[in-house]
């Protein structure tokens, strides 16, 4: 694991880019999404053995990389957390507090996706994203049906 101390104190030291450094990483900060990391690691085998292509692999562990990044790093952390609050504590989707969480919610994903490295170009490239795509991501991601839970 290496050091990069320059956002504030780090829970743990950023990991080295492999699966085992990320994974006891991910342990040590989140061992809640240790599951979540697992399953989609499976997705992205799949997804690599039907299409052979390795870039499935490299997505997952860039993606697990900066989610670790976030966990680690209380800045991030504490900024997803509040626009993840944000977002459920909305009542729809066309609510304006619901659009600029969004948008501080892919801010820290795109920070963190930068903070690590990447044996992939597009795994790490800054993303420019549309409210609209951001709607459509928290929809997926979170099952958010346009009504407040």
Do not use: N
């Not at 549309?130 to 407040?148: Q, Y």
């Amino acid at each position: 694991m290496s050091t990069q101390a320059d956002h504030g104190t780090e829970l743990v030291p950023r990991p080295e880019r492999t699966p085992d450094a990320v994974r006891v990483a991910l342990a040590r900060v989140a061992p809640h999404r240790l599951d979540e990391m697992e399953k989609h690691k499976e997705e992205a085998l799949a997804a690599a053995i039907r299409t052979s292509k390795i870039g499935h692999l490299q997505h997952w562990l860039t993606h697990w990389a900066a989610q670790v990044e976030i966990e680690r790093r209380p800045d991030l952390s504490a900024r997803r957390s509040r626009a993840l609050a944000t977002i459920h504590g909305t009542a729809s989707k066309d609510d304006p507090a619901f659009r600029s969480a969004m948008v501080e919610l892919r801010a820290v994903e795109d920070a963190a996706t930068q903070a690590v490295p990447s044996a992939c170009a597009w795994c790490s490239a800054p993303r420019t994203m549309t409210v609209e795509i951001a709607e459509a991501l928290a929809v997926i991601r979170l099952g958010l049906d346009g009504s407040a839970s």
